[in-house]
């Protein structure tokens, strides 16, 4: 039988993560996406909302900004790279849906593909390619075995992908990491894919902030002692 979590038992834990005011505090950008066609409700949105107001009680004196992308094809990445250009973030977590998710999907790598697929406009993309000079694909940029390894341990359902799909998510997570590579950038940056329903099983929402503040907290641990 799955397990039971509800956010009362990672209230218990506080994290020990303490960043001196003599070094630049992380941001944090946490990102779900609207509706688009077959998905008339993203949950998604709902678990930045919801992560957010958790992890700030978590970590008080960390940046946490978080943004519900249009999943379209020119707003969505365009949003996306906007927000990286103002808020300049340490760590971007980017959150979407996919149908045949048992849980947590890590993604672990974007391609410089495009699905011909209607966005939420019902518009098409306007090339096969992301970027037409851009590299083939481009690997995740968060600590993903330390990752597994966390939501494992509290018996969280979770998998690794190398295959973000081609759609939206695909597109933001590419433009993301192609972004940070051009400008020199270092920045943790990762894709999480999740079930299209948080009702549970195999996730409920509860269970889904659950493993996303971990994976927040290994994400934040691992920007700490790099620092060092």
Same mark, same amino acid.
């Given at each position: 039988?799955?397990?039971?979590?509800?956010?009362?038992?990672?209230? %218990?834990?506080?994290? =020990?993560?303490?960043?001196? /005011? @003599?070094?630049?505090?992380?941001?944090?950008?946490?990102?779900?996406?609207? +509706?688009?066609p077959? !998905? %008339?409700?993203?949950?998604s949105g #709902?678990?930045?909302?919801?992560?957010?107001?958790?992890?700030?009680?978590?970590?008080?004196?960390?940046?946490?900004?978080? @943004?519900?992308?249009?999943?379209?094809?020119?707003?969505?990445?365009?949003? /996306?790279?906007?927000?990286? =250009? *103002?808020?300049?973030?340490d760590?971007?977590?980017?959150?979407? !849906?996919?149908h045949?998710a048992?849980?947590?999907?890590i993604?672990?790598?974007? $391609?410089?593909?495009c699905?011909?697929?209607? #966005?939420?406009?019902?518009?098409?993309?306007? +090339?096969?390619?992301?970027?037409?000079?851009?590299a083939?694909?481009?690997?995740?940029?968060?600590?993903? #075995?330390?990752?597994?390894?966390?939501? +494992?341990?509290?018996?969280?359902? $979770?998998?690794? *992908?190398?295959?973000?799909?081609?759609?939206?998510?695909? @597109?933001?997570?590419?433009?993301?990491?192609?972004?940070?590579r051009?400008?020199?950038?270092?920045?943790?940056?990762g894709?999480?894919?999740?079930p299209?329903d948080?009702s549970?099983?195999?996730?409920?929402?509860a269970?889904a $902030?659950?493993g996303?503040?971990?994976?927040?907290?290994?994400?934040l *641990?691992?920007?700490e002692? %790099?620092?060092?």
């Amino acid at each position: 039988m799955q397990q039971a979590f509800d956010l009362a038992m990672v209230q %218990a834990d506080k994290s =020990d993560l303490r960043f001196p /005011a @003599a070094r630049r505090i992380p941001r944090v950008l946490l990102t779900g996406f609207g +509706s688009f066609p077959g !998905v %008339a409700h993203n949950v998604s949105g #709902d678990l930045v909302i919801a992560l957010a107001k958790e992890a700030q009680k978590f970590f008080p004196e960390i940046v946490i900004h978080t @943004a519900l992308l249009p999943t379209e094809w020119l707003d969505g990445p365009m949003h /996306a790279l906007s927000l990286q =250009d *103002s808020v300049a973030p340490d760590l971007i977590l980017h959150f979407g !849906v996919a149908h045949g998710a048992d849980g947590f999907c890590i993604e672990t790598r974007a $391609v410089n593909v495009c699905r011909l697929m209607p #966005d939420a406009a019902q518009l098409l993309p306007a +090339s096969a390619l992301l970027n037409t000079a851009g590299a083939p694909f481009y690997c995740t940029t968060i600590p993903t #075995d330390a990752i597994i390894a966390r939501l +494992s341990a509290l018996s969280l359902p $979770v998998s690794v *992908s190398d295959d973000a799909g081609g759609y939206l998510c695909n @597109a933001v997570f590419y433009q993301s990491l192609d972004t940070a590579r051009a400008t020199n950038v270092s920045r943790q940056i990762g894709f999480i894919h999740l079930p299209v329903d948080l009702s549970g099983p195999p996730l409920t929402l509860a269970q889904a $902030v659950t493993g996303a503040l971990e994976i927040l907290k290994v994400c934040l *641990s691992d920007i700490e002692r %790099a620092a060092h």
